[in-house]
């Protein structure tokens, strides 16, 4: 049975791997087990969560590909677009392009399994931000927020305009997280956050957010890739 470690940026991301990621993929013989990204060390300690830095993730990451060995352990990320790493490899040639997202996340893709160079490593950036995977079903909201119909239709007009959930663009006022917020002040992004996502379904995500699915659908084949070349 293929091990599966989601380097996870933030709680809300740990914890929709380890309720909605991991029971799914349970069902394609995949176990995951979750971390928290390392942002910093300072003396001997390492401090989890956020993705801001990239040499203490990539050393963190790096020193699990060395410990865990065995040809049956994935690694993949889950990570933000939002606000990424100024040291991020790849993202000179990605900011190139900003018409492209999707080009510019594969660009960051491909340039971070090259920097760790284990083709065990599957690494996954988010278009923009976790918070646009709320946005494959605003309605979701109605059981954190009752009678805010407005508030949820206002997010549902702003999917419509872009079409797919990953399309709304990373601004500091205009990420996905920002607009939600702009509709409930209160929103707290470790519950609600994980907890819309799992009402909402992977299904649903999948069929509105392509680059999340193609990662879904690559994690979906880890046990088969056991005796294939990994795509």
């Known amino acids: ?29 995949v176990h995951v087990s ?29 020193n699990l590909l060395k410990q865990e060995k065995s040809g049956d352990v994935f690694f993949t990320t889950m990570i933000d677009f939002y606000a990424i790493s100024r040291e991020f490899p790849g993202l000179e040639a990605a900011e190139k392009i900003p018409h ?20 065990r490593f599957l690494p996954h950036i988010q278009l923009y931000e976790y918070e ?12 954190y927020y009752e009678k805010h119909e407005p508030q949820i239709a206002a997010l549902q007009a702003i999917v419509d305009q872009y079409g797919s959930p ?40 999948r069929d509105r957010c392509p680059h999340f699915a193609a990662w879904l659908t690559r994690l979906e084949q880890l046990a088969n890739s056991l005796t294939q070349p990994l795509a």
């Not at 049975?1 to 013989?29: C, D, K, S």
């Not at 390492?46 to 990539?58: D, F, K």
């Not at 510019?104 to 399994?113: D, G, H, M, N, T």
Request: aromatic share 10%; proline share 5%.
């Open 1 to 29: 049975m293929p091990r599966l470690y989601v380097y996870a940026e933030g709680q809300t991301e740990q914890t929709f791997a380890n309720n909605v990621l991991g029971p799914h993929l349970a069902n394609f013989g």
């Open 166 to 205: 990953e399309l709304i663009d990373g601004g500091s006022h205009t990420a996905p997280s920002k607009r939600i917020l702009a509709q409930f002040p209160d929103y707290n992004k470790v519950v609600e956050g994980a907890g819309i996502a799992a009402l909402i379904g992977l299904q649903t995500i």
């Open 100 to 119: 492209l997202p999707y080009r510019q996340v594969e660009i960051l893709e491909a340039a971070f399994s090259a920097n760790l160079g284990d083709r």
């Open 132 to 143: 646009a995977y709320l946005f494959a079903d605003p309605s979701q909201f109605r059981l």
């Open 34 to 62: 979750t971390i928290l990204v390392a942002n910093a060390r300072h003396k001997g300690k390492v401090n989890r969560g956020g993705a801001t830095n990239y040499a203490p993730m990539r050393k963190d990451i790096n």
